[in-house]
């Protein structure tokens, strides 16, 4: 069943009957202001399925995120010779840096 294109004005006169068509009609509604679509009604189990997209959708970036990292971390420290960055010392000397400039 195509989408129904519907003002606002008539999803607020008719919201009972739409929800209705939506829920056992399987219909989808894109909800309109002046002429521009704004919204989309759609049923709990579209919902749930687009819920459900997004969280696989995020969950491959974060997957794909970890191992783009893990990469990043081996090629440092193939640079580096294995040796690991001193951020705790180059912290305390940034500390010290900054405490010198405010004196």
Request: aromatic content about 4%; charged content about 35%.
């Amino acid at each position: 069943m195509p989408d129904a294109t519907i003002p606002i004005g008539r999803v607020k006169r008719d919201i009972s009957d739409l929800v209705n068509q939506i829920a056992y009609g399987g219909k989808r509604i894109i909800i309109t202001s002046r002429n521009k679509p704004k919204a989309a009604l759609v049923s709990m189990e579209d919902y749930q399925r687009l819920q459900q997209e997004g969280v696989g959708e995020r969950l491959a970036q974060w997957q794909n995120w970890v191992i783009e990292t893990d990469a990043l971390v081996t090629e440092i420290l193939a640079r580096r010779e294995g040796k690991l960055i001193p951020v705790d010392d180059l912290l305390r000397e940034d500390r010290e840096e900054l405490e010198e400039r405010s004196v």
